[in-house]
């Protein structure tokens, strides 16, 4: 019913940049809170940062000041620009959307990307 896809990992050297995206597409009334979490190998998935469809933010204290979510409520996108990157920020990125659906029972559920791989290495 619902798609969400993730884009724009990869390799960055200490100190530089990134842009993750997310769409979801599907049976989509609407998108309530959308949020970026991640998750490095033999840890738990961990918050990022949260967004709601009035643009609320929330940010996990290890991103403040580096990371900025942003979205565009008419392409169901969520967007990571992450700067001043750390090796310690290396995970796999995961979207989450919570999402209203125009056939019934319409929720909200929730629903995962697949994840991007973002590594941050010399």
């Known amino acids: 019913q619902v798609q969400v896809v993730e884009s724009g990992g990869g390799l960055v050297q200490p100190g530089g940049s990134l842009r993750l995206s997310c769409a979801a597409s599907?049976?989509?009334?609407?998108?309530?809170?959308m949020g970026w979490f991640r998750q490095a190998p033999g840890e738990q998935r961990e918050l990022v940062a949260t967004?709601?469809?009035?643009?609320?933010?929330n940010y996990a204290d290890s991103v403040k000041g580096r990371f900025t979510i942003s979205r565009d409520n008419a392409k169901n996108t969520v967007y990571l620009q992450m700067n001043s990157l750390k090796p310690e920020d290396t995970a796999v990125y995961y979207c989450?959307?919570?999402?209203?659906?125009?056939?019934?029972?319409?929720?909200?559920?929730?629903?995962w990307g697949q994840g991007t791989q973002v590594t941050v290495s010399s």
């Open positions: 599907g049976s989509i009334f609407n998108i309530y809170t």
């Open positions: 967004i709601t469809s009035g643009g609320n933010t």
């Open positions: 989450k959307a919570e999402v209203v659906l125009t056939t019934l029972p319409v929720g909200p559920y929730y629903y």
